[in-house]
């Protein structure tokens, strides 16, 4: 039996951890969940961890005095650290830790500015749009309303700067540590697939973003991921 199981909800951000775990050749356990009707994550998945989001990966072995004992890690960058300084000794997917390497600080700025900046944007952009189609008929146009001012105040501007910040990166690089391909493209590939599924990023002033995405949808590792835990689509 393998050491790691992975918790998988459906169109989420353990598709990174999916992916990762593809890229990395290793074997594991897969649990997929689908999300409610309110797009929300079901009860089941607390049992594996009381914050009930996803991802989750349960990992045998850490607790040397118990070793049957499974431990469950959230949060997608913490557990792609642990799985790169775990299982990726040869620097196959991460620059090695070094302040003065760029390739090294471009990693670690994009590891963070996917959750840090770029998600809460996205994310605040979608509870809107699921307010406004859940909302009865007869308050629709109200909370319509609501949404289009709130996205203009607040959302709008916060997404295309980090959209442009990501296709100035990627007008530069190949990928977001540089020359190679690293677990910092897995990480902000879900930010992408995410800001370009509803609206469609605009293909002339997003070229290279999506040459870029183009580029990790041909891999056979997120070609795996997407066969075994479904396509994403929000
Ligand atoms: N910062 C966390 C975010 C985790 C998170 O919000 N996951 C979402 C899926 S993308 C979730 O589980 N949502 C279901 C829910 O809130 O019920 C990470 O990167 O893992």
Known sequence: MSDLHLHHLENSRSF???????????????????????????????????SGKSPVLEVAGLNHKDPEQKTSMIESGHIIDYLMVKYDKEN???????????????YDFWMHYSEASAMPALVMRLVFSK??????AVIKPIAKGIQKQVEASMINKNITTALDLIEEKLSKDQWFAGKEFSAADVQMGFVIEAA???????????YNTLNWLKRCQGRSAYRAAVKKGGKLEF
Request: neutral net charge.
């Open 196 to 206: 370009n599924s509803r609206a469609g990023l605009d293909e002339v002033r997003y």
């Open 131 to 136: 307010v406004v189609e859940r909302s009865p």
């Open 92 to 106: 196959m997917f991460h620059p090695k830790v070094d302040a003065d390497s760029q390739a090294w600080r471009d």
């Open 16 to 50: 990174r951890i999916l992916w990762l775990l593809e890229e990395l050749g290793l074997d594991y356990q897969l649990t997929r969940y689908e999300r409610t009707k309110s797009y929300l994550a079901p009860k089941s998945l607390e049992r594996v961890h009381p």
